[in-house]
C-alpha cells in the first residue's frame, strides 16, 4: 500500500488533529510531505508533535522514511514506455519463462491483490451511486483509459438511461459541466502519468458539486483528492506498456453489480433493448429489406 493508500484507510481511525494534517497531506499530495515537519505542521494548522504522530501512523518511525517513500512515488508514478524499455535493456531479459507466461502471472498476483486495495464497502458505494436513477452519470478518462470509459458507458446505458461518455477535443468538455450539479456522477478513468486536463475538469466537476468516482492505479492521481470513491488497482506489468486489464474488469463488476440492482424500469429497459437489437438484426439480415426500398428497387 502506498501512502496516499494508506492515508485513506486510517483516516477514520485518525484523531481530529491527526486528521487535519492527513487532509491537507492528500489535497497537497505528495508536495506536502516534501516540506520540513515545521512547514507541514504549519501549513495543517496543528503541532509538529502531530504531523509526527501521523507519520508513524502512516508506519514510518522517520519523518526521512516517510519522505524517501513520497519520492519513490513521485518516480513510479513518471514511469514512461521509454524510461522502462531503457531500464530494460539495462537489466537484460529474464531468463527461463516466456513473456506469455509472466505476463500470466502478473495479472493473476494483480487479481489477488485487488481485494487488499478495494473494500467492499467501497466498492458497494460506487454501485449504488451508478444505480441510482434519479443521478446523471458521465464518464472521462485519458490517452488510453478513454476507450476503457467509453466501454463502460456503453454497458452502463443497457441498464440505465442519462449516461454521457465525455470524449473528443478538451475545448468541448466545458460544455459537458453546464449540466453537471448534485445529481450528477462522474466517473473517471486515471491512471500514471496522470493527465493534467482531466485532473482539471475533475475538479471543475467536483466544484459543480457532482460526486467523483475515480478508477485509478494504486499510485493514486491527483484526481483523488475530490472524489468521493476511490477503486485503486495494479496496472504494472512485464511490457514497457502498463495494462488496464484490471481497470477493465472492475468497470465490468461494476456494470454487472448495477444491473443485478436493477428495478423494474432497468430490467423494461434491457428488454426494450433486446426487442431493438432484435427488430435491426431482421432488417440487416434482408427479412425487413423490402419495406425501405423505392419503387425502382434502391435500399
Given amino acids: 500500500m502506498n501512502v496516499l493508500e494508506t492515508l485513506r484507510k486510517t ?10 494534517a492527513a487532509r491537507h497531506l492528500m489535497a497537497n499530495y505528495p508536495m506536502a510531505g516534501l516540506t520540513t515537519v515545521a512547514e507541514f505542521a504549519g501549513k495543517s494548522n496543528v503541532s509538529t508533535a502531530t504531523v509526527l504522530r501521523l507519520v508513524r501512523r502512516l508506519g514510518f518511525p522517520l519523518y526521512a522514511e516517510f519522505q524517501e517513500a513520497l519520492r519513490a512515488h513521485i518516480e513510479e508514478t513518471l514511469q514512461s514506455p521509454l524510461l522502462r524499455l531503457g531500464e530494460r535493456k539495462e537489466k537484460g531479459e529474464p531468463s527461463g519463462t516466456s513473456f506469455l507466461s509472466r505476463t500470466i502471472m502478473r495479472i493473476k498476483d494483480h487479481l489477488d491483490s485487488l481485494a487488499d486495495h478495494i473494500s467492499d464497502e467501497e466498492f458497494n458505494s460506487a454501485v449504488a451511486l451508478l444505480a441510482d436513477p434519479k443521478r446523471d452519470i458521465h464518464l ?17 446505458t443497457a441498464v440505465r438511461g442519462k449516461v454521457e461518455t465525455i470524449s473528443g477535443q478538451t475545448e468541448t468538455w466545458p460544455q459537458h459541466l453546464l449540466d453537471m450539479g448534485r445529481s450528477s456522477v462522474l466517473v473517471v478513468f486515471d491512471v500514471r502519468r496522470y ?13 459543480r458539486g457532482a460526486t467523483i468516482i475515480l ?3 494504486v499510485w493514486q492521481s491527483p484526481a483523488a483528492r475530490v472524489s468521493k470513491v476511490v477503486l485503486p488497482f495494479a496496472v504494472d506489468s512485464p511490457s514497457i506498456f502498463d495494462m488496464l486489464t484490471l481497470g477493465m474488469g472492475l468497470a465490468e463488476a461494476l456494470v454487472g453489480a ?4 436493477a428495478d423494474e424500469a432497468g ?11 432484435s427488430d435491426l438484426a431482421s432488417g440487416f439480415n434482408g427479412t425487413g429489406r423490402s419495406k425501405h426500398r423505392s419503387k425502382k428497387g434502391a435500399t
Wanted: hydrophobic share 40%; charged share 30%.
Fill in 11 to 20: 483516516l477514520p481511525d485518525l484523531s481530529a488533529r491527526e486528521a487535519r
Fill in 140 to 156: 472521462i478518462g485519458g490517452r488510453y483509459s478513454t476507450n476503457v470509459a467509453r466501454y463502460t458507458g456503453d454497458l452502463l
Fill in 195 to 207: 493527465q493534467s486536463d482531466v485532473v482539471a475538469f475533475t475538479e471543475a466537476a467536483a466544484r
Fill in 215 to 217: 478508477l485509478t492505479d
Fill in 258 to 261: 448495477v444491473a443485478e440492482r
Fill in 267 to 277: 430490467m423494461k429497459r434491457i428488454e426494450q433493448l433486446e426487442t431493438l437489437r
